[in-house]
Structure formats: structure tokens, C-alpha cells
Nanobody, 126 residues
Framework: QVRLVESGGGLVQPGGSLRLSCAAS????????IGWFRQAPGKEREGVAC????????NYADSVKGRFTISRDNGKNTVYLQMNSLDPDDTAVYYC???????????????????WGQGTQVTVSS
């Protein structure tokens, strides 16, 4: 059974950091591009970052450039999203998604992905 499980969310003060993890089970992530998305209450889902299967290509939303870093450890079958300088506007449920792709590219649009996790809540508040 293919599963993606996000973890690492929580409550953090403005300016703080969190590292989200996206762990895969039932398949190996080696040949999958991974995207991180978020959805805040009353807002549309937003692509945050993505990474190609090789890790050689990454893309970020303008709103998180310079603050968030996506990375992958295929040995651990896990992709990470390091989030620094968090702002209340970053509050949302964060989801990871996967699509098999052997090209060195990733697409920050949800419709491109085949598998989704259940999400982890990130709340930035003082």
C-alpha cells in the first residue's frame, strides 16, 4: 500500500523554525518527484516547494524563497521541508505529494501529483 506520512508540524512563535518530514511506505521515493503544498482555512491550496527525483532541481513559491528549504534523503525514504523565519501567514495544513518522474524537474501544481499524504498542521502564533 502506497502511503505518504507527514510529521513535524506544531505550534511555533513568529520567527521560529520547524522541519517537516514526508516519509514514504509501500514504495521507494528514489524515482519520485515530491511537492509540498499548504492550505489555510478559507484559502486555496498553494504549492510551496518541490524537488525532482534526483534532488537536482528544486522550485519554491515566491512567498517562501529564502526561508524554506526542501531536501531529500532517499536512503531514509524521506523528504524534508526546513522552514525558518516563520510568519503567521505560514499557518496552514501542509501536505506532501509524490509523482513518479525520472526527469530532472518538478512541477509546483497539485494536479501533477498522484499520491498525497494526510497533512500536518503548522500554526505560527505568539
Amino acid at each position: 500500500q502506497v502511503r505518504l506520512v507527514e510529521s513535524g508540524g506544531g505550534l511555533v512563535q513568529p520567527g521560529g523554525s520547524l522541519r517537516l518530514s514526508c516519509a514514504a511506505s509501500g514504495f521507494t521515493l528514489d524515482y519520485y518527484a515530491i511537492g509540498w503544498f499548504r492550505q489555510a482555512p478559507g484559502k486555496e491550496r498553494e504549492g510551496v516547494a518541490c524537488i525532482s527525483s534526483s534532488g537536482g532541481t528544486t522550485n519554491y513559491a515566491d512567498s517562501v524563497k529564502g526561508r524554506f528549504t526542501i531536501s531529500r534523503d532517499n536512503g531514509k525514504n524521506t523528504v524534508y521541508l526546513q522552514m525558518n523565519s516563520l510568519d503567521p501567514d505560514d499557518t496552514a495544513v501542509y501536505y506532501c505529494a509524490a509523482r513518479i518522474s525520472r526527469i530532472s524537474a518538478c512541477v509546483p501544481h497539485g494536479s501533477w501529483y498522484d499520491y498525497w499524504g494526510q497533512g500536518t498542521q503548522v500554526t505560527v502564533s505568539s
